[in-house]
């Protein structure tokens, strides 16, 4: 069965700082792959998606992804992080059977 | 362009009671997902429907069970509950990409 790991559960960091969100998953074959994010009292919003192509996706409000297919790996990453970006974080990934499995959420605090 | 949107936003059962959760896709989109996002539990997938068929199902007992319409809105139901159903309930719905609704926030007493 597919899985997907998120390493950090909680990352605390200032504004302007950079973020890099690890997510690893354990499929062998096609997959795509998901970020979502969801803000405080809001529902998840898709921030990037890969299907296929140039493995470095870009997604919305200064977020991108790197699809590294050897190791498994989706990570995303903002440069520079604002307040704003204080959220909970999701990694998923749709491969057989169409349904999505997510990771477990990371919770991002970003200190103004 | 509307999205998906949930009803009732909460809902308060009994234990033993049956909840009936309500989910309306984006126009054009004739699937739709359910999932079930627990406290310390993560999101996990319930059940797949499209064009009116259970595709696929996840790992959850034969008492959450749902149907899809002719119109592609979603029930899903939950018979007998329990405490540990109390949970976010989220549908979503796709053509390619899943596309969230608020969710249903059930309290089971």
């Known amino acids: 069965a597919q899985s997907v790991s998120q390493h950090n559960h909680h990352v605390i960091l200032s504004e302007a700082a950079s973020l890099e969100l690890g997510c690893n998953y354990s499929y062998g074959g096609t997959v795509n792959l998901f970020w979502y994010v969801q803000y405080p009292g809001q529902h998840l919003q898709l921030l990037l998606k890969?299907?296929?192509?140039?493995?470095l996706v870009k997604g919305i409000k200064g977020f991108e992804a790197e699809f590294i297919k050897s190791k498994f790996s989706f990570n995303l990453r903002k440069p520079s992080v604002q307040w704003s970006d204080t959220a909970e974080y999701f990694c998923?990934?749709?491969?057989?059977?169409?349904?999505?499995?997510f990771g477990g959420g990371t919770r991002v605090l970003v200190k103004p | 362009e509307a999205g998906v949107t949930q009803s009732p936003t909460h809902l308060i059962k009994t234990r033993g009671q049956q909840a009936t959760l309500r989910c309306s896709p984006i126009?054009?989109?004739?699937?739709v997902y359910w999932y079930q996002q627990a406290l310390g539990l993560g999101l996990q997938f319930l059940l797949w429907y499209d064009e009116g068929e259970e595709r696929n199902r996840g790992n959850f007992p034969p008492r959450f069970s749902g149907r899809q319409f002719p119109n592609y809105s979603s029930e899903l139901n939950v018979n007998a509950l329990e405490l540990e159903d109390s949970a976010l309930y989220l549908c979503a719905s796709t053509l390619w990409t899943q596309y969230f609704g608020p969710g249903t926030r059930l309290l089971v007493l």
């Open positions: 126009s054009g989109h004739t699937s």
């Open positions: 998923a990934v749709k491969a057989a059977g169409n349904k999505l499995t």
């Open positions: 890969y299907f296929s192509g140039d493995p």
